[in-house]
């Protein structure tokens, strides 16, 4: 699956350029388009996991996206535990993974 965003001059209902955003996820800047969610931001520039399990450290990335599971939490601007579905993207937001061990464990 390619990443792509759809050119704004060939949605109908949007005749004008869109305003950009710019989110930086674990230090690499993102391209975004304002109103999109950060996960939307980071799925359309790549990447499609952006957290790993607690148990056996397997990516994760949106499953649902409307704010029901917890596969796409990251923390945004120092907040831990946002769900990158929910969250709109806001220029020159800071957006780092999470890996959580299990509670007790040495990992």
């Known amino acids: 699956m390619t990443a792509r965003l759809l050119p704004f001059s060939d949605d109908p209902i949007r005749p004008s350029a869109p305003a950009t955003v710019t989110i930086r996820l674990d230090g690499a800047p993102l391209d975004g388009v304002a109103g999109q969610s950060i996960a939307g931001v980071i799925l ?35 907040d831990r535990d946002v769900r990158a579905c929910q969250r709109r993207a806001a220029d020159g937001d800071v957006v780092v993974t999470q890996h959580d061990p299990l509670p007790g464990s040495t990992a």
């Open 44 to 78: 359309a520039s790549g990447p499609l996991a952006f957290r790993r399990t607690s148990v056996s450290g397997r990516p994760r990335g949106v499953f649902c996206g409307i704010g029901v599971c917890f596969d796409c939490l990251v923390e945004v601007n120092g």
